[in-house]
């Protein structure tokens, strides 16, 4: 199967109680009714990632990120985007960046963007992302305090991936 992977940087059990994007207000795109038999839920695909995001963290000497409704929104907004145009890019083709779509949503100080495509869990594309320098660098970036995750199916069923990181 075909996945993708893209970055972008500007300049335990008590982690489950934060990673809900739904304790953060923002509704999640549901599953397609073409999705592939045992499809998870993007709501559950991005509580996922938040969870895993803050295991590898917190092992690696980092604070834990907390859920915010801007990142979240904006962060759902590129995954819907992506799966509907089956554009893979950090950029819009009207020009429009993940800053950009982050300060729109209401977030003043993005750090940062991981986008993927294809992975089936949250596990795989956790474990894509770890291994890419780049994107473990935005995982692992202890300045880093809130994160958004989106997830959106293309009607083909591929998964696409976005998580949006912020200073405060």
């Not at 972008?8 to 999640?28: D, E, H, K, N, Q």
């Not at 960046?97 to 940062?112: D, K, L, M, N, W």
């Not at 770890?130 to 660098?137: L, N």
Request: include cysteine.
């Amino acid at each position: 199967m075909l996945r993708g992977l893209a970055l972008l940087t500007a300049a335990p059990t008590l982690l489950l109680l934060i990673s809900s994007p739904a304790r953060a207000g923002v509704p999640a795109p549901p599953l397609p009714a073409d999705a592939p038999a045992g499809a998870v839920t993007p709501a559950e695909l991005m509580s996922e990632v938040v969870t895993m995001t803050n295991q590898r963290r917190h092992a690696n000497g980092c604070g834990l990120l907390a859920v915010n409704q801007d990142l979240t929104i904006a962060s759902i907004e590129q995954s819907q985007h992506m799966a509907r145009t089956g554009l893979f890019s950090h950029v819009w083709q009207d020009g429009t960046t993940f800053e950009a779509r982050s300060r729109a949503a209401g977030y003043a100080q993005p750090s940062g963007e991981n986008i993927a495509w294809g992975y089936r869990t949250a596990t795989e594309v956790m474990a894509a992302w770890m291994a890419s320098p780049g994107h473990r660098e935005n995982i692992l970036n202890c300045g880093a305090k809130s994160i958004g995750t989106g997830v959106a199916y293309a009607s083909s069923g591929i998964a696409y991936y976005t998580q949006v990181f912020g200073w405060d």
